[in-house]
């Protein structure tokens, strides 16, 4: 059996990947709930957000123009950084996707259930994980054709929506921007940087991109410009067109019922599909993004050998694509509001970029070989300038995020020392064979350093 993936995702896979999984989950789904929080405002807290994206984009351009390996963040973490940091850290990445990938299951499950009321809404969520499964199961074609596809239809969709809004705005619905104040307004800003963490997703798929210290930077400098542009134009053509007190009360639809304001009945029917397209698109990229970082943990000895099971057919990691599509149907069953889901997608990606950042600083010194190949390498200035500012942002938000919902927060922390918990358990375990997992992880294995 095959124990290698297949470089077959092309630069317009690589960014449909990271802009369906950036624009789904947030732009259709929680809108309407940060809207409450803070007002017509939403469209500024969406810019403001993209702050830390850029510090993410930066250090991401360096680790995948060096280090295009399936789970790279974690890879780079567990060894240039501490190995028990690494898989800790790791495990918040896929506790950050499950919750991503329920809060976009119920909001697909809200669309769909305003048009076929008849279906329980949690049947709706539980089947769009199934399915989005079966697809990644298919491989990589499979998974490109569906995202680049679903992704045109609901950009198409967007663009309609947010030029009709702004030519039909009514602006005395923007008079008062913050009309919860401003700890409103940075609350979203927080809550809302959960909406660009779609950027981190080509780090942990880099091992199946083609021609990867070419395409990983292009896309996501790419994938940042049409998403920077999607989200402002979207939150400022709802706000302009419907109050924001009633967008918070309609929820995840709220969009449909703007978009009824000024175009016929079918142009809207329209918009929903683009709505369902740009939610499956999140599903579907979580889905490959967290197998690929469960597939890493096996390839480490971090968990049984059962996960490194490669499809002979589809190229695919098998065992960890049920394993996920099990653990995201378990968060379903949660059913936690939207606001929860998201706050801990926060924290996730707070604590590995923080990480992930680090060990791209650190990489010149601790794997110098990898840096000399490397097809993009920044000056001393621009790495010290991308540690120092990931440092602030990333802690920033953290801790403005744990401030804002400490239940959440609590969690949180109990999982991430859990996770540290089960690291020393598995590290004794292994010690009883002869293996000593910390030198282990000092190295690269012969399917990373192929990858290169």
């Not at 929506?161 to 979203?188: C, R, S, Y």
């Not at 000056?379 to 938000?397: E, N």
Request: positive net charge; glycine residues 8%.
């Amino acid at each position: 059996m095959s124990q290698k993936l297949e470089r077959s995702l092309s630069l317009w896979g690589a960014i449909g990947l990271i802009v369906g999984f950036v624009i789904g989950g947030s732009i259709f789904v929680l809108i309407p709930s940060l809207v409450g929080i803070t007002g017509p405002s939403l469209y500024l807290a969406y810019a403001l957000s993209a702050i830390p994206a850029i510090f993410a984009a930066l250090y991401l351009i360096q680790l995948g123009g060096a280090f295009p390996v399936t789970g790279a963040n974690y890879v780079a973490i567990s060894r240039w950084v501490s190995p028990m940091a690494g898989f800790s850290a790791s495990v918040l990445v896929i506790v950050g996707l499950i919750s991503a990938n329920c809060l976009a299951a119920w909001g697909f499950a809200e669309y769909l259930s305003a048009y076929f009321p008849q279906i329980p809404t949690i049947v709706y969520a539980i089947s769009v994980v199934v399915i989005f499964s079966f697809i990644n199961w298919l491989g990589n074609t499979s998974f490109e054709k569906v995202q680049v596809i679903f992704t045109v239809v609901f950009i198409i969709a967007m663009l309609i929506f947010g030029f009709g809004g702004v030519i039909n705005m009514q602006p005395e619905l923007h008079a008062d921007l913050f009309p919860k104040g401003m700890e409103g307004f940075f609350t979203v800003v927080a809550i809302a940087s959960f909406s660009w963490g779609g950027v981190i997703a080509i780090a942990e798929v880099a091992g199946e991109v083609k021609n990867p210290k070419r395409n990983i930077p292009l896309s996501i400098i790419i994938s940042m410009v049409i998403i920077g542009g999607l989200y402002i134009l979207q939150t400022y053509a709802l706000t302009t067109n419907l109050l924001w007190s009633e967008v918070a009360s309609i929820g995840p639809t709220a969009v449909l019922v703007a978009a009824g304001k000024f175009l016929p009945a079918w142009v809207v029917n329209f918009i929903a599909v683009g709505a369902l397209f740009a939610i499956a698109t999140s599903i579907n990229a979580l889905i490959m993004m967290g197998t690929r970082e469960i597939y890493a943990w096996s390839n480490d000895q971090l968990i049984p050998s059962f996960f490194q099971r490669i499809n002979p057919k589809y190229k695919t990691p098998e065992a960890t694509i049920l394993l996920l599509m099990v653990l995201s149907i378990i968060g379903i069953l949660f059913a936690a509001n939207l606001e929860n889901y998201a706050i801990v997608v926060v924290f996730a990606l707070m604590v590995v970029q923080f990480l992930g950042a680090t060990a791209v600083f650190l990489m010149p010194k601790k794997a110098p070989e990898i840096y000399k190949k490397a097809q993009i390498r920044f000056s001393p200035f621009w790495r010290w300038f991308t540690w120092i500012g990931s440092m602030i942002v990333f802690t920033g938000i953290f801790l403005f995020a744990l401030f804002a919902d400490i239940k959440s927060g609590i969690v949180f922390i109990s999982i991430w020392i859990l996770s540290i918990g089960y690291w020393f358990a598995r590290k004794a375990v292994l010690k009883k064979r002869g293996i000593s997992i910390v030198d282990e992880l000092k190295k690269y294995n012969g399917s990373e350093l192929s990858e290169l």
